[in-house]
């Protein structure tokens, strides 16, 4: 293609893009003025992985997949209030990519709105075990009748590359400190290790009492009666409602003939996020700080890896934490989501909440569905800690090494040469593995890291650097194992964190706030600059476009293979939380 034609190309990108933008526009003002359906029901459609925070620019308009996990809860929150919803009308898609904690957060709200009263029912057009999970908040259940309904326990994967690398060539170097700091395992290892194994078997029970304890509240059974049922999974349609996990079979067109209609006149959630606090009578008035810290530390600036998701940049962060501190809000809530990265990142992110919490301004952490290694090393700085009964957390531990790929490289037949001056010039050649010198070297450092964090933790959590370190070594928790080891203060979500900032800022606790949400969206010409190369060609490869067939968990196992060439530098120190993946 021609530079002109590529001109002109890049022309009619900028001027579709601004006109969607501009229709866009107009829509949300005119969703401003939309009202509650008379039909007095709020329909809910979440589906996907819920994510944390929204897409940068959204071209998807009215699309209630472009809703993000808080946003729903927000919209659960406000119906609560709104005298005008009397029910809510939850239709759960496949949320089998959704992380539990983001689960559970949503089924908090759900059984509050209920708590106030009000009524919930559930339609299951599939019985996925994260969509009935999230129903049994609902006062009913229906199931279309030829839907299976998928309750038959838990399974988690680990994954160990040792043999591929043994296959390649490739010898996988690391030191580590804390026994189960089993992040390296991934690499060095074959098969679990006695106290890898042990840790996981610990996560996966926690989870699944997790499964058990919210199906045996939901359907009022005991939990030894929830335990045998699972055994008996998954469940035809017919079998699932005699023993008592589902109320009634029903197509979608015959929801109005039931016993107890559903209403099928509703608001939508994309037209009800429009109403306004204050139409429901809670005006905002005071406001507090909410960011989002989400994806794999690293230094730099936040970005989005194709492989590996998320990426927080220390620098974009810090930049956030300055700017909400230097702005007019009562209080700051961080909201962590990350499985930790880079130690010296998530070191100076600690220090500028550190700095944030010295200037008397309330700061409370609440932790998404990762807040684990860097990510809890950064949590420490809070005032408080908030954690989803399942989300993971703790891993406090520190590893380092490199990839020895001299025995690759001859398969190929490619042999290289090295010339170095200083004793330890080529401690992170890409070649070899550690000398025995250097091994000492790479471990004292790796140490220091660990005793650092160690001591962080003491001090933000107000313990002895014994204690936590009988409770670190490395280990990843649970949020309600968390909780019993002082790792955290309470359970709960954001909201919860948005409750515990407005006490300690004196904010009446009957007063709703506006969150002032960072980061902040991007414009149209961020957008453009960041996603099109010049005259509007795509940055877009092969290369993604090919990842973006793979499932969640084809995905995962290659996000553990390529992040440590891809995110950091050899030798880089790392808090990282292990790599658990499931079906």
């Known amino acids: 293609m021609s530079r002109s034609m ?115 029912t559930a339609y299951l057009e599939q019985g996925g075990r994260q969509a009935y999970y999230l129903a049994t908040a609902a006062d009913r259940i229906i199931l279309m009748p030829t839907a299976q309904l998928d309750v038959a326990g838990l399974a988690s994967y680990d994954v160990f590359l040792r043999g591929t690398f043994d296959l390649i060539g490739t010898e996988p170097d690391f030191v580590h400190v804390g026994k189960y700091k089993t992040a390296v395992n991934t690499y060095t290892e074959k098969t679990w290790t006695p106290p890898h194994r042990e840790m996981s078997e610990s996560l996966l029970r926690a989870q699944f009492d997790e499964l058990v304890a919210g199906i045996a509240e939901g359907r009022h059974k005991t939990t030894d009666e929830v335990r045998a049922l699972i055994d008996q999974g998954p469940f035809l349609p017919e079998d699932a409602v005699r023993v008592g996990l589902i109320d009634d079979l029903a197509y979608d067109d015959q929801l109005d003939d039931l016993d107890e209609p559903v209403p099928s006149k509703t608001t939508s959630a994309v037209e009800y996020r429009d109403v306004s606090w204050s139409s429901v009578g809670k005006p905002q008035r005071s406001r507090i700080a909410v960011i989002h810290a989400s994806g794999v530390i690293t230094e730099g600036e936040s970005r989005s890896d194709p492989v590996n998701g998320a990426v927080l940049g220390a620098e974009s962060f810090i930049k956030d934490l300055r700017s909400a501190r230097d702005s007019d809000v009562e209080a700051i809530v961080v909201r962590i989501d990350s499985p930790g990265g880079s130690a010296q990142a998530a070191d100076m992110m600690w220090r500028e909440m550190s700095i944030s919490k010295s200037e008397r301004l309330p700061l409370i952490v609440s932790m ?28 406090i531990g520190v590893y380092s090494g490199k990839f020895a790929l001299a025995g690759t490289l001859a398969k190929l037949g490619v042999h290289q040469e090295a010339l170095s001056l200083g004793r330890f010039a080529e401690m992170t050649s890409p070649l070899r593995t550690f000398t025995a010198e250097e091994r000492v070297k790479m471990t004292e450092s790796v140490q220091a890291i660990y005793d650092t964090f160690i001591e962080r933790v003491a001090e933000g ?94 995905r995962q196992v290659l996000a553990a293979v390529l992040a440590p060439s891809r995110l950091f530098r050899m030798g880089e120190p790392l808090a990282h939380l292990p790599y658990v993946h499931e079906p």
Do not use: C, N
Not at 369 to 395: C, E, F, K, R
Not at 485 to 503: E, Y
Not at 514 to 527: A, C, H, I, N, W
């Open 6 to 120: 590529r001109f002109v190309l890049g022309l009619l990108v900028v001027a579709t893009v601004g006109s969607l933008a501009l229709v866009g526009g107009v829509y949300l003002m005119m969703g401003g003025s939309r009202t509650v359906s008379q039909t007095r029901a709020l329909a809910l459609r979440p589906s996907g992985a819920l994510p944390e925070t929204a897409s940068e620019f959204v071209l998807a308009v009215g699309s209630e997949r472009t809703l993000t996990v808080g946003a729903y809860v927000d919209l659960i929150r406000k119906a609560t209030h709104d005298t005008r919803i009397e029910q809510i009308v939850l239709r759960p898609g496949d949320l089998g990519t959704a992380p539990r904690a983001r689960v559970q957060e949503l089924r908090a709200a759900l059984q509050g709105f209920r708590a106030a009263g009000k009524h919930v």
């Open 368 to 395: 998404g569905d990762l807040a684990a290694s860097g990510g809890y090393y950064m949590a420490v700085a809070g005032d408080a800690i908030v954690a989803q009964p399942s989300t993971l957390t703790g891993s």
């Open 461 to 554: 959590r107000k313990q002895t650097p014994e204690a936590v370190d009988l409770v670190a070594q490395g280990r990843v928790w649970t949020g309600r194992q968390a909780l019993e080891h002082g790792l955290v203060d309470a359970l709960g979500g954001l909201t919860d964190a948005v409750a515990m900032a407005k006490a300690r800022a004196g904010v009446a606790e009957d007063e709703e706030v506006e969150l002032v949400l960072y980061p902040k969206s991007r414009g149209l010409y961020d957008l453009l600059s960041g996603q099109l190369g010049p005259f509007g060609e795509s940055r877009g490869t092969a290369a993604e476009a090919m990842l973006s067939m793979l499932s969640p968990r084809e």
